[in-house]
């Protein structure tokens, strides 16, 4: 990761944890990402100028159908994603969370490229969990602050590849 990267990461989290963010972003921020995937064909993200960004592709718990969700992650450093369900430090669980609990075998897009995924459950594991949103708050400073404000524990994920799906 370059310096510049670092330090613009750095001079913008706090950003992300302010009130305005918080309201705005889960309106605007999923508006954006569906028009930016529409035109590049899912090969960028306005979440993945900063951060590694993916579609997480799931069959909807309740209702089967299909669903996408931008999502930033975290490499775990063996090739895995690690993914966590803050959704805007709100008192919910997001609904991709339990859509990946139904359904652990899912798809994933990284830069156009499409993957399947197996999702394990990393937040039960308490020195695990730690482990996790350390190389979480190594790429983004000051993440967990959205659990610690949400007043929830916040559902890890690591998304094991299977395969390249083409």
Partial sequence: MSRVVRVVRAALAPLTRT??????????????????RALTGGRAQVS?????????HTVGARTGELRASELMYTPDG???AIVAGTNFAR????????N????????????GRRYAVVAE???????????AWKRIERQWPGY??????????VRLFRLRLVRELG
């Fill in 78 to 80: 063996t090739g895995c």
């Fill in 100 to 111: 990946l609990i139904a359904h652990p075998e899912e798809q994933i897009t990284v830069r």
């Fill in 91 to 98: 008192g919910r669980h997001p609904a991709w969370t339990h």
């Fill in 121 to 131: 459950r990393i937040d039960t594991d308490p020195d695990a969990r730690e482990a």
């Fill in 19 to 36: 009130r305005l963010f918080r309201g705005a972003g889960p309106i605007l921020l999923p508006v954006a990402e569906r028009v930016v």
């Fill in 144 to 153: 967990r602050t959205y659990e610690r404000d949400s007043g929830r524990q």
């Fill in 48 to 56: 993945g100028v900063l951060v590694p960004s993916l579609t997480l």
